[in-house]
């Protein structure tokens, strides 16, 4: 009896490592916590480009594409820090039961703690948005190859091609375990 337990746990395991490995190849970001990953895909609304034949890899209509996209994205990320400014005002009656002060500071640092994200990716933003102004955008910063406009499309802040993220993140997942 417990030789099989033991075994169907050990399927089970090599399953989740499959599952595991083959999230990486697919490369859909799966680098750091889930809600990192909720705060970089927010593009609910974009025309994917359709660049047309022979055309130049990060040509004027590509960096306006892409210019465009990320300034959507930062516009749509100060509203949000605003709307949680602004709930944190509204919230800030006095609650006069230490229980639900508690309760009400809770939730404060979670809000916090999500408009730290939300200005450190701000700052990323507008880091991307000085190399599109450079012309220094869409290659990849280790290997110097073409990130390629789908994946730009997907995580428009990205700095590397695939390839060299995903060994990235396997060198960290051997360093942290
Ligand atoms: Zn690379």
């Given at each position: 009896m417990a030789t099989k337990a033991k075994a169907k746990t050990a399927s089970k395991k090599a399953a989740t490592k499959k599952a595991a490995s083959k999230k990486t190849s697919t490369a859909k970001k799966s680098g750091g916590t889930a809600p990192r990953a909720t705060a970089n895909s927010p593009f609910r609304n974009y025309t994917p480009y359709e660049p047309k034949k022979k055309e130049t890899y990060m040509n004027e209509a590509q960096l306006a594409h892409f210019r465009e996209m990320l300034m959507n994205w930062r516009r749509e990320l100060m509203?949000?820090?605003?709307?949680?400014?602004?709930?944190?005002?509204?919230?800030?009656?006095?609650?006069?039961?230490?229980?639900?002060?508690?309760?009400?500071?809770?939730?404060?640092?979670?809000?916090?703690?999500?408009?730290?994200?939300?200005?450190?990716?701000?700052k990323k933003i507008d880091q991307t948005i000085d190399r599109l102004d450079q012309e220094d955008y869409g290659y990849c910063d280790t290997c110097g190859i073409e990130i390629g406009l789908r994946r730009l499309e997907a995580r428009?802040?990205?700095?590397?091609?695939?390839?060299?993220?995903?060994?990235?993140?396997?060198?960290?997942?051997?360093?942290?375990?």
């Open positions: 509203e949000e820090v605003d709307r949680t400014v602004h709930h944190m005002q509204d919230e800030a009656a006095n609650f006069p039961d230490p229980a639900d002060r508690a309760t009400q500071e809770e939730e404060f640092s979670i809000e916090l703690r999500t408009r730290d994200r939300e200005r450190k990716l701000i428009p802040t990205a700095t590397q091609c695939v390839d060299c993220k995903s060994l990235d993140e396997i060198k960290e997942r051997q360093i942290h375990g």
